[in-house]
């Protein structure tokens, strides 16, 4: 599911049929510590995978407008 959220995210095909992410991790009670986990565990997946500099940007950027829709919803 998290696949197809950046594929639809980040400019391919409209994959993604999940929730929205409000809706997806409502009442989770998700921390800003385990949400940074989160974006450094995708950073370092990037890093290993040999993934550009300005498309891991891309992809914090995605992080950092998503923020207020899963932390502590
Ligand atoms: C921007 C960051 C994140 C994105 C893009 C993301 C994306 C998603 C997506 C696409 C789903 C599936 C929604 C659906 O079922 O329709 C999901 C579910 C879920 N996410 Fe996230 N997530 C993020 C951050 C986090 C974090 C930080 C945590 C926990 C520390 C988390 C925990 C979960 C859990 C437990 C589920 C439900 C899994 C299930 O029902 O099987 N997510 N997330």
Do not use: C, W
């Amino acid at each position: 599911m998290v696949t197809e959220f950046f594929i639809s995210g980040s400019g391919g095909p409209d994959v993604y049929k999940g929730k929205d992410m409000r809706t997806a991790h409502q009442n989770m009670n998700i921390s800003v510590n385990e949400y940074m986990a989160a974006v450094d565990d995708v950073m370092a997946a990037l890093d290993k995978n040999g993934i550009g500099q300005r498309e891991k940007e891309e992809v914090l950027f995605i992080f950092y407008s998503l923020r207020p829709d899963v932390v502590r919803v």
